[in-house]
């Protein structure tokens, strides 16, 4: 059906298009759509994936409520282990644009790397993770915080960028 549309709609009003489409689905399509998940994992109203529910791996006891995950469908991935636990409206981005270019191609262009979040983190409401960092074992990122770069196992992390605020 899409590569019928891709050949007769110019690309801008495809993409309307497709957009509305992911919105409409409601969050049990979405999580059902995931690559792996562990027993006792669960979500809310609200949670989505934007891309690459086949590159999505979220272990046991997981508390998702309604984050957004976008994993990318290339070399982007996310990894969620056991017992990780997010706050509200928490966005966990593998995916971006490249932008040294511009315009139609910037839109095109797509980057993607990794994020990993392991065993019993605790990811504060309103925070977001950017791509290719992992968040250490049993660590903590503060309310609203945007984590640019690795977080060690054990630690706290709040701020934007998010900086060490305690060890645990
Ligand atoms: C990160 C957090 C757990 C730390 O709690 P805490 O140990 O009681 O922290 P403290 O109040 O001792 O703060 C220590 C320092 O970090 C700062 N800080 C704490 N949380 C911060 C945050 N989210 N962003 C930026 N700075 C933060 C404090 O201002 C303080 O700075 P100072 O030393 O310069 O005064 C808590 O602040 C937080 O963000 N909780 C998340 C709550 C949430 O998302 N709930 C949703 C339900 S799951």
Not at 81 to 108: C, D, I, P, W
């Amino acid at each position: 059906m899409i590569r019928l549309l891709k050949k007769i709609l110019p690309e801008t009003i495809l993409n309307r298009i497709i957009i509305k489409r992911r919105d409409f689905r409601s969050s049990s399509w979405h999580f059902k759509k995931i690559a792996s998940v562990g027993k006792g994992t669960t979500y809310e109203k609200g949670f989505k994936i934007y891309n690459g529910h086949k590159n999505i791996q979220i272990g046991n006891n997981v508390f998702l409520v309604d984050t957004l995950l976008n994993a990318g469908d290339d070399l982007g991935s996310i990894t969620i282990g056991n017992s990780v636990t997010f706050g509200h409206r928490v966005m966990v981005l593998a995916r971006g644009h490249e932008y040294k270019k511009n315009g139609k191609e910037r839109q095109q262009a797509i980057t993607e790397k990794p994020i990993r979040i392991e065993d019993d983190a605790w990811i504060g409401s309103g925070s977001i993770l950017l791509a290719g960092i992992i968040i250490g074992k049993g660590s903590v990122v503060g309310a609203g915080s945007v984590v640019t770069k690795n977080i060690p196992p054990k630690c706290i992390y709040a701020g934007n960028p998010a900086k060490l605020i305690k060890k645990l």
